[in-house]
């Protein structure tokens, strides 16, 4: 091949990979979440829109940055010795990690990560897609909490009727085995102590009742 023909090759080339990386850019700005690349050293060689409304910083200011710009410092251990080695080896991984924003505010996120090759199947780099889990652990925190507070209130709750209802059955018992040998007086008091436990006691269950259905409404209005 002459000098000319060779020259049109490596041009035609060139031009191929140029619209391959253009038509790649085209398709990570219309991904709705956040997709980072890097190379092998950790370096950001691509960041879609999504990734500024997500970390703040504009492609101009992330690419070329080490990918550690968006992990709190605490976390570059766990990044360079257990995430990128991970990752290298597993070839594709998912973490849960808190990640930091440009006005250096936190989230929780969830970062699907995958290699990239070349054609020849050689690993040159990095992609990650990152979302915000935030609102998920929130909901996840809030559950347990209110969880333990169910726990708590019906332990509460065990223990409030435990008692009355305790004391009306020994009542009744000892009613039942010596009712022959009291007298109407005697037994007009202890009956009338059982009807005002039992009495107190049906006043506690309407209130949980009504209780209930409150939150009730209160889960519909807020669905």
């Given at each position: ?107 929780d996120a969830m970062v699907s990560l995958s290699v990239l ?25 809030a559950l347990i909490e209110a969880k333990a507070t169910k ?38 008091v202890q009956i009338s102590s059982c009807a005002d436990t ?26």
């Amino acid at each position: 091949m002459s000098d000319q023909g060779q020259q049109a090759s490596d041009q035609n080339t060139k031009n191929q990979i140029e619209e391959q990386i253009r038509f790649q850019s085209q398709i990570m700005e219309q991904i709705r979440d956040s997709v980072i690349t890097v190379d092998l050293n950790g370096k950001i060689t691509g960041w879609n829109h999504a990734s500024f409304r997500l970390f703040q910083y504009t492609p101009e200011e992330a690419i070329g940055e080490n990918i550690s710009l968006v992990y709190p410092e605490e976390s570059y251990d766990y990044l360079n010795q257990e995430i990128i080695p991970g990752l290298l080896s597993k070839k594709r991984m998912e973490v849960e990690i808190s990640l930091l924003r440009k006005d250096q505010t936190r989230f929780d996120a969830m970062v699907s990560l995958s290699v990239l090759t070349d054609r020849e199947g050689n690993t040159n780099g990095m992609i990650g897609y990152t979302l915000d889990i935030s609102a998920r652990k929130k909901a996840e925190a809030a559950l347990i909490e209110a969880k333990a507070t169910k726990d708590k209130f019906f332990s509460l709750l065990a223990h409030d009727l435990n008692g009355p209802i305790g004391g009306v059955s020994e009542l009744l018992n000892f009613m039942r085995e010596r009712h022959t040998s009291m007298s109407q007086e005697d037994l007009h008091v202890q009956i009338s102590s059982c009807a005002d436990t039992v009495g107190s006691t049906y006043a506690l269950l309407e209130d949980l009742l009504t209780w209930s259905s409150t939150q009730r409404c209160l889960i519909y209005t807020s669905d």
